[in-house]
């Protein structure tokens, strides 16, 4: 689905992620938590910047207990919360990720205070990732507060489904883009990453060029999925890359996804992006069975949806 913006138009762009959901009652959360994020966003947007705009609405994905990041994430093979996430600024290219947070329910400040702030390390795994939220200002909470019933519901569910495949795909990932007044974007990204992952994996979200991408006169991306293959191709930074060289936005994202190879243990199906260009044009795309997902601009029209794919 796409898209075109008159020329310098801001629009804020959102998803709740690509994957499978279990029913319409998770549907109808799912894109109530996505226009709430798009409000969020775009107050956000029309009083400030782009980053103001994708950190307000990826806070409150965050916090959004049914989405895959912050609390209510889906747990790992030990049953635990494990967040990673993004954030870059299109204006200085400047960029920041945080992987392995355990105790902070938005990890997003964290990555938008390394981008912000990179002089000891724009990148930041465990167990220091979680030493950031001191140093970002932002209050840190016992592991315990991210995990929800839910979640643990899932867990179990997957333990016995799964077993002993390994880590299974999930609605995975929050993220934004966003293209304010002044011609900015800025990229921001969340997540709890694969349902029984092992301990210590880390997929695309956090690295800057697979899971996000932003840079003026180029675009914003953000990518959801299958981080082992999206890594590979660096997708995020790809379909910003093909959009420069000529193709339409729309045209780009499809290519940047068809170039998703398969390889043992993992799906080719089972990603998505948003993406904005420099001129407003944007677009929603995945070859996941369903993605959640919506656009905004200020004063102007938005939109909710939930795409699906039938396999």
């Known amino acids: 689905m796409s898209a075109r913006g008159a020329r310098g138009e801001p629009i804020l762009i959102v998803h709740g992620g690509a994957g499978d959901l279990d029913g319409e009652e998770d549907r109808r959360q799912y894109l109530e938590g996505v226009a709430a994020a798009l409000e969020a966003g775009l107050a956000a947007l029309e009083g400030g910047d782009a980053r103001a705009a994708v950190r307000a609405a990826v806070v409150h994905m965050e916090s959004h207990t049914i989405m895959n990041a912050g609390r209510g994430a889906v747990l790992d093979r030990d049953g635990r919360v ?52 001191a140093l970002a200002g932002v209050t840190a909470c016992d592991e315990s507060a991210l995990v929800t019933e839910r979640a643990r519901r899932i867990w179990a569910q997957r333990c016995r489904e799964a077993a002993p495949a390994g880590p299974t795909p999930w609605l995975d990932t929050v993220g934004a883009v966003a293209l304010d007044r002044g011609g900015h ?17 880390i997929g695309d979200s956090p690295i800057v060029g697979a899971g996000f ?21 660096g997708t995020a930074r790809r379909c910003a890359q093909l ?16 170039e998703l190879v398969d390889f043992p243990g993992d799906e080719r199906g089972c990603s998505g992006l948003i993406f904005v260009a420099p001129d407003g044009r944007f677009v929603l795309d995945h070859n996941s069975r369903e993605m959640s997902g919506g656009w905004a601009r200020p004063g102007g029209d938005r939109r909710v949806t939930h795409l699906w794919r039938g396999r």
Not at 185 to 201: E, F, I, N, Q, Y
């Open 185 to 201: 974007v800025a990229a921001a990204v969340s997540t709890g990453g694969m349902s029984l992952k092992r301990s210590g994996r």
């Open 82 to 133: 494990c967040l990673d996430a993004g954030f870059m600024d299109g204006a200085s290219r400047r960029f920041g990720g945080v992987t392995g947070v355990r105790r902070c329910m938005n990890p997003v400040l964290l990555a938008e205070h390394l981008c912000a702030d990179g002089d000891y390390g724009r990148f930041v795994g465990a167990p220091g990732s979680d030493d950031v939220a």
């Open 243 to 258: 959009v420069s060289e000529g193709l339409q936005p729309a045209d780009a994202a499809a290519s940047a996804l068809a």
């Open 213 to 233: 991408w932003a840079a003026d006169g180029e675009g914003a991306c953000v990518t959801t999925g299958v981080g082992e293959v999206l890594l590979r191709q």
